[in-house]
């Protein structure tokens, strides 16, 4: 059974930084692409970057090239999501995601909230 647990959020300053956490389980962890999605409320869940199984080679959404930073260990079947110079408009809740096989797989987000 494949399970997503993120972890990581908080209510954060503007300026500030979170490192939120992805733990997975239930499939072969290094042959898979993951990304990290976020959902603001009323508005669509958007993706906010990918990474390849290898981590070869990653995407970013525009509204956050520069800041976060997406990173894997294999060993610990677990993919890194680090966020530096957060905006309020970056609060929304994150979600990891790993499409495995047919199963598109989702965890059950982590709250990130900034505001001063």
């Known amino acids: 059974q494949v399970q997503l647990v993120e972890s990581g959020g908080g209510l954060v300053q503007p300026g500030g930084s979170l490192r939120l956490s992805c733990a997975a389980s239930?499939?072969?962890?290094?042959?898979?692409?993951m990304s990290w999605y976020r959902q603001a409320p009323g508005q669509e869940r958007e993706l906010v970057v990918h990474?390849?199984?290898?981590?070869?080679?990653?995407n970013y959404a525009d509204s956050v090239k520069g800041r976060f930073t997406i990173s894997r260990d294999n060993a610990k079947n677990t993919v890194y999501l680090q966020m530096n110079s957060l905006k309020p408009e970056d609060t929304a809740l994150y979600y990891c995601?790993?499409?495995?096989?047919?199963?598109?797989?989702w965890g059950q987000g982590t709250q990130v909230t900034v505001s001063s």
């Open positions: 990474i390849t199984s290898g981590a070869g080679s990653t």
């Open positions: 239930g499939f072969t962890f290094s042959r898979y692409a």
């Open positions: 995601n790993a499409l495995v096989g047919r199963y598109d797989c």
